[in-house]
């Protein structure tokens, strides 16, 4: 069970950062645009969008783990 819980936790924390830095990049975009306004803006919310699908994946690791542990195989 350790092994399995250490191997998920990697995964999970390769997701989390990075759907983390996705997020990061897109409001720096947003806050200092500079590809001008609009193109900033456009490619930062193409950016949030995508962020949300390794940050989706992170939160289904998440509940595996914790189901995986509360069961204690």
């Known amino acids: ?6 191997a998920m936790g990697k995964t999970y924390r390769r ?7 996705l997020l ?3 409001f720096g975009l947003m806050i200092l645009q500079p590809l ?3 193109p900033s803006i456009i ?3 193409i950016l949030f969008v995508v962020a949300f699908i390794p ?14 542990a509360f ?3």
């Open 24 to 26: 990061v990049v897109a």
């Open 1 to 6: 069970m350790e092994e399995t819980l250490e």
């Open 36 to 38: 001008g306004r609009e």
């Open 71 to 73: 069961r204690g195989e």
């Open 15 to 21: 997701f989390l950062g990075v759907g983390m830095a």
């Open 55 to 68: 940050l989706e994946f992170a939160r289904r690791i998440a509940g595996k783990m914790a189901m995986v």
């Open 43 to 45: 490619l930062a919310v």
